[in-house]
């Protein structure tokens, strides 16, 4: 089946210290997206990236970091800049330039204490 | 730049009502639109779209119609289930990235 996975679904972590969330996708896809959500709001646009090796900063950049070495993968690091990082977040694919809509991921729960 | 506009929630409803859930949008272009539904902690899933002006996307007995002379893409269902309790996200896509509404969440009552 194709999709897109992330993992885990729950990550709990201490003040301080940076975590890395997984996101991979099998479907082909060009284009990945990070978004944050806090509760009971819409999405906010992280990083993306369009094509491998290459990625943008979106909305809300600061205290996040991403990498892009394959095509599969765009994980996510949270990092201990983050001035508030516990939020749910969100993981996204399409397939490139054209008017295609986004695939997600089931998303990662962090809560940072 | 482009935007989408949703309607506040939360929208309360009984079992079998009516639902309807507005959107308008601005756009350059002619965009493609998109209804977006996540259930409690869960990703967001593509509910239905409509790629062209008097398109009607549907799904799950959800229908929602591009309309360009009004730049609205309203969400409806005839009666509603106590399963489709969630939140809503209008969305367009004019260029390379998505825009998304702030959703709405549906609250549907037995």
């Known amino acids: 089946d194709g999709g897109i996975t992330q993992s885990p679904k729950y990550l709990f972590r201490k003040e301080g210290q940076n975590v890395t969330l997984s996101c991979e996708q099998n479907?082909?896809?060009?284009?990945m997206y990070w978004y944050r959500q806090d509760p009971g709001q819409g999405l906010r646009l992280i990083y993306y990236?369009?094509?491998?090796?290459?990625?943008q900063k979106g909305d809300i950049a600061e205290g996040y970091s991403v990498s892009r070495e394959k095509k599969e993968s765009f994980p996510l690091t949270v990092t201990s800049a983050q001035k508030n990082p516990t939020a749910f977040y969100l993981c996204?694919?399409?397939?490139?330039?054209?008017?295609?809509?986004?695939?997600f991921g089931p998303g990662t729960r962090l809560t940072v204490t | 730049g482009d935007s989408v506009t949703q309607m506040e929630g939360p929208v309360t409803l009984s079992e079998e009502a009516f639902l309807t859930i507005n959107c308008t949008y601005t756009?350059?272009?002619?965009?493609?639109l998109f209804w977006y539904v996540q259930y409690p902690g869960e990703g967001l899933q593509l509910l239905l779209k409509?790629?062209?002006?008097?398109d009607k996307g549907s799904n799950k007995g959800f229908e929602a119609t591009y309309r360009k002379e009004t730049t609205s893409f309203h969400l409806e269902k005839g009666s509603v289930q106590v399963s489709d309790s969630a939140v809503y996200f209008c969305?367009?896509?004019?260029?390379?990235?998505?825009?998304f509404g702030g959703g709405t969440r549906l609250m549907v009552k037995p």
């Open positions: 756009a350059t272009g002619y965009p493609s």
């Open positions: 479907l082909n896809h060009d284009a």
């Open positions: 990236s369009q094509i491998v090796n290459d990625f």
């Open positions: 969305a367009l896509i004019a260029g390379n990235m998505l825009t």
């Open positions: 996204a694919s399409r397939p490139g330039t054209g008017l295609y809509e986004q695939y």
């Open positions: 409509a790629t062209k002006a008097d």
